[in-house]
Nanobody
């Protein structure tokens, strides 16, 4: 079955950096679009970044554009989220998800993603 396992969250000061990892298994990783989402307390889950399958493009939410970078290593069945210049408003639980319906397109609606990881907490102190 499809499994996604995030890691790399933690506590960081504002202006600092973190790198999140998501290890995937149970499907052909290289041929499916991946997404990172986040959910802060009392807020809805929101799209952060997405990356198409091999050769696909990246797409970012305006709130993280220029600060975050999504990448993938198909040999390791992993997707990453490099987060720089972190702000207190980036504090949330971060989730990776796989869009099994798209190989290259990136969708931003959580309901379009069939499988999710358990999430990893990112806390940015000001």
């Amino acid at each position: 079955q499809v499994q996604l396992v995030e890691s790399g969250g933690g506590l960081v000061q504002a202006g600092g950096s973190l790198r999140l990892s998501c290890a995937a298994s149970g499907y052909t990783f290289s041929s499916r679009s991946m997404g990172w989402f986040r959910q802060a307390p009392r807020k809805e889950r929101e799209f952060v970044a997405g990356l198409g399958g091999t050769g696909g493009i990246a797409y970012y939410a305006d709130s993280v554009k220029g600060r975050f970078a999504i990448s993938r290593d198909n040999a390791k069945n992993s997707v990453y989220l490099q987060m720089n210049s972190l702000k207190s408003e980036d504090t949330a639980v971060y989730y990776c998800a796989v869009d099994i319906n798209h190989a290259f397109a990136i969708v931003t609606t959580p309901a379009d993603y069939a499988y999710w990881g358990q999430g990893t907490q990112v806390t940015v102190s000001s």
